[in-house]
């Protein structure tokens, strides 16, 4: 069982950053495929961004591309997604995700085994 926690919401300013951070409780993370998925309120839970295991390959939902970034840090256990000029589109519960071993597609739901409790990001116009 491998638990994953979130941090780093909070308000933020249209414009503005935010850096959202994700720590899995077993170090064996080396091998997990990550990403983030958010969802804003009335909506299905969306993909944002994901990372394989090895971090050399990268995908982003087409919305966030340019502004956000994710990348890992195994000597932390962690998965961070930097976020750039929000916008109030943005606003939503962010959550990490980990799937065993390395990634299909990366992009749907599906494909995780384990899932953060999630964090709030709040963006002001």
């Known amino acids: 069982q491998v638990e994953l926690e979130e941090s780093g919401g909070g308000l933020g300013q249209a414009g503005g950053s935010l850096t959202l951070s994700c720590v899995a409780s077993r170090r064996t993370m080396i091998t997990y495929g990550m990403a983030w998925f958010r969802q804003a309120p009335g909506k299905e839970r969306e993909f944002v961004a994901f990372?394989?295991?090895?971090?050399?390959?990268?995908g982003y939902t087409q919305s966030v591309q340019g502004r956000f970034t994710i990348s890992r840090d195994y000597g932390r256990n962690t998965v961070r997604l930097q976020m750039h000029k929000l916008e109030p589109g943005d606003t939503g519960v962010y959550y990490c995700?980990?799937?065993?071993?390395?990634?299909?597609?990366?992009?749907?739901?599906?494909?995780?085994?384990?899932w953060g409790q999630g964090t709030q990001v709040t963006v002001d116009s």
């Open positions: 990372i394989s295991k090895d971090g050399g390959n990268t």
């Open positions: 995700a980990a799937k065993i071993y390395e990634l299909l597609d990366g992009r749907f739901e599906r494909e995780y085994d384990y």
